[in-house]
């Protein structure tokens, strides 16, 4: 059934110049907003429908609320306010009654429309002087199309194509199709029966020429679950892949030194980091390499996991290494591990004892270049057990004598290229065992598209004694603001401000927060002890200000978001963060995450003016919320997928219609389909068409990616 029908790839090798009435001149336009061939167009689905059967009439529309309508224009005028502004006044009507239209600032809207013009508007109404009207809605110009529902496309001004074109190009060539061969449906028939999914071919046909509203949701979930399907079949399949073709080392978790140091911790592990240390260990333990995600809250306690699964390494012979994104952040873990690790020895029968301390160093591009040469000819001898660095640890000429186990603190994301590197770190050709961490939780389905290729074990509990965090938003850092700071230091703890974000620029970053410093000692925290940490303050100097903050011999701690991780201090109890609108919600979360380490009740102060009602959202929603996963939900609800799957994801047509967030037991489906279809290894052999539709649709990166595996 689906051998005969057309293809995608068939659509995707006709230029649209194939359509009827598609010149060279609409191709170019076309070519603007990315439609170049047969395919492009049909995937350029519309943004809403009209229906007209549903009494979308002007004498229905609900006052205070968004309605949308098909009008026809019956007159309009413009003119100037009394600020200079262009007015431009529209009235429009239907059958069942006229409205009135008004746009600010929209010149052009004279022009488009213009008398007897037939368009849908959609927007807010509400009521001026008793009459329904709306100010600055969406316009689309509409051509007499007679059907019950109306497909509204994306319209292009820059382009000069209207929705009317696009609707009558889509039409033409669904009918190229659809009248002859039919689309060809590569999902197999009991797939579709089981989840109830209509064909293609009704897909596409009820996405841009629907009978219905019902046909309009039919073809949205089939489109979705396609788009859905062929990212968790890429996906699954390069997770088996890796597990079948690569050899890793069987570690064995029990033993002396993993013993030892939960010993010496002086708390008992929660049941989360058993449970997940428990998942890390039978990863281990198997010859072939953990590809597994960690994801934790802040604090949750990931450090003494990642740990762990460092020594299982170690107590075998072998070497751990954990990365972090930058230099600064891998000078704090650095710090933090070794103080986690105490004074842990290993076996060593070259030495009197039969042992040695346990050896932890740092490699980043800051050190010294003697240092450096130390560090990797022991490294490559053995005796550097654990290395904390930056990525650059694993890409150039390092090389170790046997690396067991990498944990990677993903604050950015880890790449191909890492992770192909790291295939050639050991001599003997084994794959060292990966743990990614993540301090920012990501919702479960996101998750499962984003790290589609890693097992998942999430920390969902907070080491006991802790008190939640207090959060308050204020829009300026007035009196109130420094007098909660004094009289927390009069209590005898500890304060941190967080100077404003200046992502541009680490220069402008480094002297904004000078300027706090001298404002605040100047000021408002006159009689208090200040110290100062951004980026560009030297390792010793920085070491020496983190020293003396922990000592309690400074009172507050002005800082940049360097102390996002890894800063540990429990006598600090309140947080200051300047200018917060600039941070997003889990730098925010991150940050807050460095107060309430302690049994006394911390509190965070976001201070600043929200410039937008999104911005305002996420303000509000860290002083609601103190749980990460929580707030990764409304992350993800305010940016829309696009920024979680950053770079992953380069392909040309997936997640157009699917979003992660609406469509969340889809991408759960999709990827029981996928595990159902390529998870017993057997690979896309016995799918050519699924096979076909992946590597035509999905970015060339991934591909290359299989293809080097
Ligand atoms: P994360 O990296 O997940 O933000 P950390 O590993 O920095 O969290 O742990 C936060 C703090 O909690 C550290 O001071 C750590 O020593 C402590 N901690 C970790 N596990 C436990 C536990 N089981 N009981 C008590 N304290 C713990
Ligand atoms: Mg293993």
Not at 505 to 531: F, I, K, W
Request: glycine share 10%; aromatic share 4%.
């Amino acid at each position: 059934m689906a051998g005969n029908g057309v293809t995608l790839r068939e659509l995707d090798d006709r230029p649209v110049t194939d359509l009827n009435g598609v010149g060279e001149e609409r191709a170019a336009a076309l070519a603007k907003v990315d439609v170049h061939t047969v395919l492009d167009m049909l995937c350029y689905y519309p943004r809403r429908y009209l229906d007209r059967s549903r009494e979308a009439t002007i004498s229905a529309l609900p006052v205070g609320d968004e309605g949308m309508v098909l009008v026809r224009v019956t007159s309009v005028a413009a003119r100037r306010t009394r600020n200079r502004r262009t007015l431009v006044e529209v009235r429009v009507e239907d059958e069942t009654g006229s409205l009135g239209l008004t746009f600010f600032n929209q010149p052009w809207r004279e022009r488009q429309l213009s008398v007897g013009t037939e368009a849908v508007v959609f927007g807010k109404v509400d009521q001026y002087q008793g009459r329904n009207q709306m100010t600055n809605p969406l316009v689309d110009l509409v051509g007499d199309q007679t059907g019950r529902i109306v497909a509204v496309y994306p319209q292009s001004e820059a382009a000069g194509l209207h929705t009317r074109q696009f609707d009558s190009m889509a039409a033409e060539a669904l009918r190229r199709v659809t009248g002859g061969r039919g689309f060809a449906d590569p999902v197999p028939a009991w797939i579709r029966d089981t989840y109830r999914l209509v064909g293609r071919s009704a897909a596409f046909s009820g996405i841009h020429r629907p009978g219905s509203m019902k046909e309009v949701s039919e073809a949205r979930r089939r489109l979705v679950f396609d788009e859905l399907l062929r990212i968790q079949l890429e996906l699954v399949q390069r997770k088996v892949e890796l597990e079948r073709t690569t050899r890793g080392i069987a570690h064995s978790v029990e033993g002396d030194l993993v013993g030892a140091f939960h010993g010496a911790l002086g708390f008992p592990l929660t049941g989360a980091q058993i449970r997940t240390i428990d998942e890390i260990g039978s990863d281990l333990a198997e010859p072939h390499p953990m590809h597994r995600l960690l994801q934790g809250d802040v604090g949750s306690g990931k450090t003494v996991v990642a740990v762990t699964a460092m020594l299982a390494a170690v107590q075998g012979g072998h070497q751990g290494a954990l990365m972090a994104p930058t230099g600064v952040l891998a000078e704090q873990h650095h710090l933090g591990v070794a103080e986690l690790l105490g004074d842990l020895t290993v076996p060593d029968l070259s030495t009197l004892l039969g042992t040695r301390p346990l050896r932890v160093d740092l490699l980043t591009g800051r050190t010294p270049a003697p240092e450096r040469r130390r560090i990797t000819a022991e490294l490559a001898a053995g005796s550097v057990d654990i290395l904390i660095g930056t990525h650059a640890l694993i890409q150039e000429g390092v090389e170790f004598n046997s690396l067991g186990v990498v944990v990677i603190d993903e604050q950015h994301r880890f790449g191909v290229e890492q992770r192909a590197a790291l295939r050639e770190k050991n001599t003997d050709a084994t794959v060292p065992d990966v743990l990614v961490m993540t301090a920012t939780p990501i919702p479960r389905t996101a998750a499962m598209t984003v790290y589609g290729d890693l097992d998942v074990s999430v920390l969902d509990e907070m080491p006991p004694g802790r008190t939640p965090i207090v959060t308050s938003w204020v829009e300026d850092a007035g009196e109130d603001v420094w007098q909660a700071v004094r009289s927390e230091v009069a209590a005898g703890r500890q304060a941190y401000v967080v100077c404003p974000l200046i992502e541009e620029s680490e220069n402008l970053e480094v002297r904004s927060a000078e300027e706090t410093l001298a404002e605040l000692s100047a000021g408002p925290l006159a009689d208090l002890r200040l110290g100062l940490l951004h980026g560009r303050v030297g390792q010793a100097d920085r070491e020496e200000a983190m020293s003396r903050f922990r000592a309690g011999d400074l009172d507050v701690m002005v800082a940049t978001t360097v102390i996002e991780v890894g800063v540990d201090v429990p006598n600090a109890t309140i947080m200051v963060v300047l200018d917060a609108a600039r941070f997003g919600i889990a730098q925010l979360h991150q940050l807050r995450g460095r107060v309430g380490r302690g049994v006394v009740a911390s509190s965070c102060i976001l201070v600043g003016e929200a410039p937008t009602p999104v911005s305002e959202e996420r303000l509000r929603a860290l002083v609601r919320s103190t749980d990460g996963f929580e707030l990764a939900e409304v992350d993800l609800d305010l940016r829309g997928e696009g920024t979680i799957m950053g770079e992953r994801q380069k392909g040309r047509n997936d997640l157009r219609l699917a979003s992660l967030r609406r469509d969340r037991e889809w991408v759960e489906v999709a990827r029981e389909v996928a595990v159902g279809l390529v998870g017993d290894g057997g690979g896309m052999a016995r799918h050519p068409d699924l096979a076909d539709e992946v590597a035509l649709l999905l970015g060339e990166a991934e591909s290359d990616f299989l293809l080097k595996s």
